[in-house]
């Protein structure tokens, strides 16, 4: 881990963030958020599609209980893009769904990370508040799941 990813204020990111952490963010990240964060950029470098949005079916693999033998859940829709910058950086992005505006702009932040003069303005304005808003939409679910949970218990007959 580099000084420049250990000393940036992105506090809301994973301990030990890398660019894998990174890519998470922007993968789990909802279009409409993503689409917001990359309009936030001020100047953007220009660059060649490697590899255009494309859509393709990724198979998924379950376990039962998550440590049985693993089985095939289903297909599920992805969407990747590869992009490099002019100077050399090559960005790369999957996301779950259809939106190719997502992957090609997701492979263009991972691309603008790489780069050591963009990587805190990156972690800074685009993937901490990407962040926050997943943290913040988990802590919705659990809370909704939580109102939903029913405590079981057993009354004692009092028969021996």
């Given at each position: 881990?580099?000084?420049?990813?250990?000393?940036?204020?992105?506090h809301?990111?994973?301990?030990?963030?890398?660019?894998?952490?990174v890519?998470?963010?922007?993968?789990?990240?909802?279009?409409?958020d993503?689409a917001?964060a990359?309009e936030?950029?001020?100047?953007?470098?220009?660059?060649?599609?490697?590899r255009?949005?494309?859509t393709g079916?990724?198979?998924?693999?379950g376990?039962m209980?998550?440590t049985?033998s693993?089985?095939?859940l289903g297909?599920?829709t992805?969407?990747?893009?590869?992009?490099?910058?002019e100077s050399g950086?090559?960005?790369?992005s999957?996301?779950?769904?259809r939106h190719?505006q997502?992957?090609?702009?997701?492979a263009?932040?991972d691309a603008?990370?790489?780069?050591?003069?963009?990587r805190?303005?990156?972690e800074?304005e685009?993937v901490a508040?990407?962040a926050?808003?997943?943290?913040e939409?988990?802590d919705?679910?659990?809370?909704?799941?939580?109102a939903?949970?029913?405590?079981?218990?057993?009354?004692?007959?009092?028969?021996?």
């Amino acid at each position: 881990m580099t000084d420049t990813i250990a000393s940036s204020p992105t506090h809301d990111l994973p301990p030990g963030h890398d660019r894998k952490a990174v890519m998470s963010v922007l993968a789990s990240a909802s279009a409409e958020d993503l689409a917001n964060a990359y309009e936030r950029l001020d100047t953007l470098p220009a660059f060649d599609l490697v590899r255009q949005p494309e859509t393709g079916l990724v198979m998924v693999r379950g376990r039962m209980g998550g440590t049985g033998s693993p089985f095939n859940l289903g297909e599920v829709t992805v969407t990747r893009c590869v992009v490099r910058l002019e100077s050399g950086e090559a960005g790369s992005s999957y996301c779950l769904g259809r939106h190719k505006q997502k992957a090609l702009q997701a492979a263009v932040i991972d691309a603008l990370w790489q780069r050591a003069d963009d990587r805190e303005r990156i972690e800074t304005e685009i993937v901490a508040p990407l962040a926050r808003i997943r943290a913040e939409a988990d802590d919705d679910l659990k809370a909704e799941t939580a109102a939903t949970k029913v405590d079981f218990f057993t009354m004692v007959r009092g028969d021996d």
